[in-house]
Each structure stands twice: as structure tokens, then as C-alpha cells.
């Protein structure tokens, strides 16, 4: 399997290289050149399987480049029961991604109980031990520089701690994350770990750490990698979980599912776009947003205009508060056709700080083929939200995951089971639970106290050459 950037004008690599790479040379994205299919057979084949053994049957079509027994022993190490430990029931902790039945027809696929409470740790655990490997196997070094507005931070850092050959430099935006958040990134003081708050949104650090990544110069001699959802060992890792859902909701290969995802960057629901590319039964992909609804505007209207940051609001659902999407790209190379010219053309648009409108084109026309949905909420519907879902089905849910149950039940429909995926635990938001239910949200024992622990960050303009000489002095 080789993988070819969404611009056309970079070289078809092997999985190992675009693992280290993150960013196409030509600015693009990478996505292998077809997507492999599964069947019915294969199905009810892989119906019965452990998570671990799920994982690895769907990563060995995609990764060739790593030996079969040495690419099942990195899956087992990955998803263990200990990893993913804080099940809100103990006894499911086994299935790693339990799902919930709130009521018949309606679920809730945790994906929040690895170290982080967030569903970044479903991949980033597994990136970690990749780089680790793929590393010590070709005795080179790697310098993360990542992005985060809240939860891919934390995992991406729990990943890598300690892991040799590997520094993290994460940028965050000063002051726009939870309290827990912040401890949870800050409060790490191994030597690899780097914490960066910049002044500025998140969409400002995002830009940083493109600008470098198109640096080609800086980032070959500093041997800068990413693990931000631009890579796609992270989206093809979140590709699991929708088959894993969707065995858990159904009893046969006939059925069909939907899926509902709180989206931000677009990686969480690019995986499932993935999925259901590779033939997995998926009636709807409903993406649901915050207020700030760009990706959401996009699906109703064809026009893709991301905010400027003044335009960005800071809203209780803070990982979502993200106004020009990443990883959409991808979703739009497969719109197009796979037109690289066009991807392009269009991207040349968004990079000056353009939009574009595809409502139109026969390209727009094609999203219900793709089984697209979307919908908005905002912190009144949030609040609402987390009161019914306790009164009616006694869970706590988190914020971005009410943003998601309140879109899914817009565009629920009685034949087709929905499911919500959940991105983080409620703790992780405590301000806006106890502004809800005006209690505490449980959480895991050993977490107690945390944000009292001392916290290692440095704060830096939002510039690009403050943090490339900050990397320069660090690696």
C-alpha cells in the first residue's frame, strides 16, 4: 500500500515514511491510494474479535511495510484493559470502546477511558508505540510539533512520555482550555515533554505548526513529525471503533447504523468517512458542531469559510472551538473526485486565507452519496442536553458529546440505530457539569488532585520564528 497526498505533487511513500512525515511535502495530506473493501464474509468474520485482534486485521490493510507478527504484537501492546481502565462500568473495561444503550436504538460508544479521558487516546496510544518501533528500527530521532485545543495535547504527550528518541512540543492556546486540561498537559515534567501556550486561539497554533511543517528545509534538519490528525496512522487508527460500534449495535451483516460525531478538525469523522468508504454498513455520518459551525455551514450550504480568529468564539465545548478544519481536506479530495488540480486550487484559497463555495458544482451535489449530516449547538442547548441525559438515562456526559447527542437526535430516524460517539469524560469539563447538575462529575481516583500539581509551560507570542528558535534550542 502506498499513500499519495491529497495535491498530487509529492511522491506515493510507504506507511513508515508518511508515519514520520505527518504533512505532504506539497502541503497536502496523505490518504492511501485506494480504500480496501471489506464484505459481508468478512464481517461476520471480524464480529467476534477482541478489540486488539479487530485493530490489527483492519491495520494489515493498510500498513505492508511492517512485519505481520511485529505489527499484531504493537496492536495487543496498544489496546490492553489496563490502557483503557477507567470504564464508567469496571466489568466492560475488557471491550475497550463499551457501548451504551440509552434507549433501544439510541447508544453511546464510549471512546474515553484510556489515561486522558479522550477519545485522542484510542490513537495516539497506538502512535506512540509506532514511533517507538519504526524509530529504534532505523535509529533516528523525531521531534513532535503538534497543535491542540484541549484533549489531542494531553493524549499525544501520555503517548510519548518517556518514550525514547521522541520530544513533544505541544502548542495550546493561553487560557482557552479546562482547568483540567491544562493540568493534564502541564503538570508533566519528563524531560521529552515540552508545553507551548500561545497567545492566540487555537487556529493560531494550528497555523504555526503548518508553517513549520512546510518549512521543508527546518523540518528535515530538526526531524520534525506530527501527530495532530493530519497524520493518518491517527485516522486510520479511529477507523476501528466504528466497526467495533457497529458489531456491538447490530446482530447481523444486514443492518445498518449511523454514527453521530462532535467534530472540530474533522478527524474523528473522517475516520468514519473511511469506514464507510471501505464498505462497513453506514446509513449517516452526522457531524455535529459548536458555535463555531464552519464545518456545519459547509454541509448545508456548499460554502467552506473558515473564521478568522477574532471571528472564533471560546464556548464550554472548547476542543471544538476551531474554525478552519484540518483534516477536511481529505473528505474533500474524495468529493472531487480525487482531482489533486482541484484540491489545489481550492486549498490555494484557504491557505491565503480565502474561502470557497462548492454549493454550484455537481461535487456539492454528490455529499448525499457520502451519507453527510450535520447540525449545530450551543451552550444553552448543551446545558439542556446534560440535564435530560441525566434525568432520562442517569449518564453524565461531557460537553462535546452532548453537542453530539443533541445533533443526533435532530437527524435520528426509527429504522436505523444511531450512535454518539463520546469524546471525553465529563470531568474533563467540570465548570460547565456543575454549571448543569451543580455537582462534581466523578473521576478516576487516581486523578484526584491533579490540577493542584506544579506546572512546567511557556508562554510565546504566536509567531512562527519564536517557536521554531524555541525547538531550535529544546532538540
Known amino acids: 500500500m502506498k499513500y499519495i497526498s491529497t495535491r498530487g505533487q509529492s511522491p506515493a511513500l510507504p506507511f513508515c515514511d508518511i508515519l514520520l512525515g505527518g504533512l505532504a511535502p506539497d502541503g497536502g495530506l496523505y490518504l492511501p491510494e485506494y480504500y480496501p473493501q471489506v464484505d459481508r464474509a468478512m464481517l461476520a468474520e471480524w464480529r467476534t474479535l477482541s478489540y486488539a485482534e479487530l485493530a490489527y486485521r483492519i491495520f494489515s490493510l493498510y500498513v505492508d511495510d511492517i512485519p505481520a507478527a511485529d505489527l499484531k504484537a504493537l496492536t495487543a501492546k496498544t489496546y ?58 532505523r535509529g533516528q530521532q523525531i521531534n513532535i510539533l503538534g497543535a491542540t ?5 494531553s493524549a499525544a504527550e501520555y503517548a510519548m512520555r518517556g518514550k525514547h528518541n521522541v520530544r513533544v512540543f505541544m502548542l495550546s492556546p493561553e487560557g482557552k482550555m479546562s482547568a483540567f486540561q491544562r493540568a493534564q498537559m502541564y503538570s508533566l515534567q519528563d524531560a521529552n515533554i515540552f508545553n507551548i501556550a500561545v497567545r492566540g486561539m487555537f487556529d493560531d497554533a494550528q497555523d504555526i505548526v503548518k508553517a513549520v511543517s512546510n518549512d521543508a528545509a527546518f523540518k528535515a534538519e530538526h526531524k520534525i513529525g506530527a501527530v495532530n ?62 458555535e463555531n459551525n464552519v464545518l456545519d455551514e459547509f454541509f448545508r450550504t456548499g460554502i467552506y469559510r473558515p473564521r478568522q480568529t477574532a471571528e472564533t468564539y471560546v464556548t464550554s465545548s472548547p476542543s471544538m472551538d476551531i474554525s478552519k478544519a ?10 472531487v473526485g480525487r482531482d489533486t488540480a482541484t484540491v489545489r486550487a481550492l486549498w490555494t484559497k484557504v491557505d491565503a486565507g480565502g474561502s470557497f463555495d462548492l454549493s454550484a458544482t455537481p461535487h456539492f451535489a454528490r455529499v448525499p452519496q457520502f451519507g453527510f449530516l450535520s447540525g449545530n449547538s450551543t451552550h444553552a442547548d448543551r446545558l439542556a442536553t446534560i440535564r435530560d441525559c441525566r434525568a432520562r438515562y442517569d449518564e453524565t456526559i461531557d460537553t462535546h458529546t452532548a453537542d453530539g447527542l443533541k445533533v443526533a437526535l435532530e437527524h435520528r430516524t426509527p429504522d436505523v440505530a444511531m450512535i454518539v460517539l463520546e469524546t471525553a469524560q465529563a470531568v474533563k469539563f467540570a465548570e460547565t457539569i456543575r454549571e448543569a447538575l451543580n455537582e462534581e462529575p466523578a473521576r478516576p481516583a487516581e486523578l484526584n488532585g491533579i490540577e493542584a500539581l506544579p506546572q512546567r509551560v511557556e508562554v510565546i507570542d504566536a509567531d512562527v520564528n519564536a517557536i521554531k528558535a524555541f525547538v531550535r534550542e529544546h532538540c
Open 229 to 290: 490528525s493530519i497524520n493518518w496512522a491517527r485516522v486510520m487508527a479511529q477507523v476501528v471503533y466504528y466497526f467495533k460500534g457497529y458489531f456491538e449495535a447490530t446482530r447481523s451483516e444486514e443492518e445498518q447504523v449511523s454514527f453521530c460525531v462532535p467534530s472540530g478538525n474533522f478527524g474523528n469523522i473522517c475516520a468514519g468517512h473511511v469506514a464507510r468508504m471501505m464498505g462497513l454498513p453506514i446509513d449517516k455520518l452526522v457531524l455535529a458542531t459548536n
Open 326 to 335: 484540518s483534516n477536511f481536506e481529505r473528505f474533500v479530495f474524495d468529493l
Open 149 to 153: 485545543s484541549g484533549d489531542t495535547g
Open 80 to 137: 490492553t484493559e489496563n490502557t483503557y481502565r477507567f470504564a464508567r462500568n469496571a466489568a466492560k473495561a475488557k471491550d475497550i470502546t463499551p457501548l451504551t444503550e440509552l434507549e433501544p436504538g439510541l447508544y453511546l460508544l464510549e471512546l474515553s477511558n484510556g489515561p486522558t479521558l479522550a477519545f485522542k487516546d484510542m490513537a495516539m496510544q497506538l502512535l506512540g508505540n509506532l514511533f517507538e518501533y519504526v524509530l529504534d528500527k
